[in-house]
């Protein structure tokens, strides 16, 4: 077992119990979502907060709570000086003032105050709260960073600094988007996104992924240069194709996003060359599993005429929970297993898979059944109905999995 399996960080739980408490908050929120959508006059008993002002909530707490929180403990397991009588303390306020700020703009969403772009909504008063808790979390970083620098080997402190003055960016990077000013929230001009801006965002969450095992200290069992190799030759290719207004007719396009298919053997290949606690080898299982399908649908969905049908409809809703209530789930359950060396269980790990494939495959076949027949959708049909009936209980599925998963990880 790996010395990361074996002696888990006194920090694990704590960043499991703010990664996890959102996962639930945002569940909680998706499944009135989901009630609203099949029962529209149930939005009536909360107004004015209504199906518009709960969104935001489901969405960001998703995406910066629940997916984010788990990278940051695998950002502490890798520069915490875990020597220093603090540590812990330390990584408990940054974590706290990141809730914090997800806590106050959920308020701020709530209410109506909004930037209007997804995922952006950071607005008004709530514009700067997530960037400043992420200077205070880039401040420790550096700091334990600092304190461990006499020991570290010069690749270590290369990799570090290296690092660390990307993320010191992200801030003012994420201020900067946030702005109503600085892009339109719906492009008229724009037929969606290119080739080559999807392999460039695919090739960014491969290389987060690879990162992984190496900010848990997880000890590699094979040579996996071969891997970062190819990684390197991807984003040379990346570099060279068009990066223009170019069409999804383009053959270049279409072959340049088929190159990411080459990972589908090798980033789960790259995962378990590397001594996981046994407990988060099923999730990384079920990732290779998720990751195999997004591959090959986000392919298939980019092609000509697949594109134009697919596109504004529940298939795309079902896509995007193959990349982040999937595959981004399981990585992230990985994570958590590693730092706190607790087990999931079947109930959590089954009622999460099960949920998520009977949720994406609704979706997928309520976006096909869209494609001409757009107007029984907004007649509540009794096929519409039920597919969005099939959703919501396949969201209650794991709504259930991550409240036992909470409870789990409290009594522990």
Request: hydrophobic letters at 55%; charged letters at 10%; one cysteine or more.
């Amino acid at each position: 077992m790996s010395s990361a399996a074996a002696h888990p960080p006194s920090f694990g739980r704590a960043v499991a119990l703010h990664s996890l408490g959102w996962l639930v908050a945002a569940n909680l929120v998706g499944v009135w979502l989901g009630i609203s959508l099949l029962w529209p006059a149930a939005g009536d008993v909360l107004a004015p907060f209504t199906f518009g002002r709960w969104t935001p909530l489901h969405m960001n707490w998703q995406l910066y709570g629940w997916c984010a929180l788990p990278v940051v403990g695998a950002l502490f397991a890798w520069c915490l000086d875990r020597a220093h009588p603090h540590a812990r303390r330390h990584a408990v306020i940054a974590l706290a003032a990141w809730s914090l700020a997800l806590a106050l703009g959920g308020a701020a969403w709530l209410s109506g105050s909004v930037s209007g772009k997804l995922f952006l909504d950071w607005h008004a008063w709530t514009r700067p709260l997530l960037p400043a808790a992420m200077v205070l979390l880039w401040s420790v970083l550096v700091f334990h960073t600092w304190r461990r620098w006499p020991g570290l080997a010069r690749g270590g402190r290369i990799a570090r600094t290296s690092l660390l003055a990307l993320l010191f960016a992200v801030p003012a990077v994420l201020h900067f988007a946030s702005g109503r000013g600085v892009y339109h929230p719906i492009n008229p001009d724009s037929g969606g996104a290119t080739g080559a801006a999807v392999l460039g965002s695919t090739l960014g969450i491969v290389a987060i992924f690879m990162l992984l095992p190496a900010l848990l200290g997880l000890r590699a069992l094979k040579s996996t240069t071969s891997i970062k190799w190819t990684l390197a030759a991807a984003w040379l290719a990346f570099g060279v194709i068009d990066h223009g207004n170019t069409s999804h007719h383009s053959a270049a396009q279409i072959v340049a996003l088929a190159t990411l298919v080459i990972w589908i053997p090798l980033l789960p290949l790259y995962w378990f060359r590397h001594e996981w606690p046994p407990f988060a080898r099923p999730w990384l299982r079920a990732a290779s599993v998720w990751w195999t399908l997004l591959v090959l649908t986000g392919w298939t969905s980019f092609l000509p005429g697949v594109s134009e049908a697919l596109k504004f409809t529940h298939a795309l809703v079902g896509h995007a929970h193959l990349a982040m209530a999937a595959l981004l789930t399981c990585v992230n359950a990985a994570i958590l297993v590693t730092l706190t060396g607790q087990r999931t269980g079947r109930f959590v790990f089954w009622s999460w898979q099960a949920g998520c494939a009977v949720y994406i495959g609704s979706m997928l076949v309520l976006g096909y059944g869209e494609v001409g027949h757009i107007a029984e959708l907004f007649r509540s049909e009794p096929w519409t109905q039920a597919l969005l009936a099939t959703r919501l209980g396949a969201g209650v599925a794991m709504t259930a999995g991550s409240l036992r998963w909470l409870a789990q990880t409290l009594r522990r």
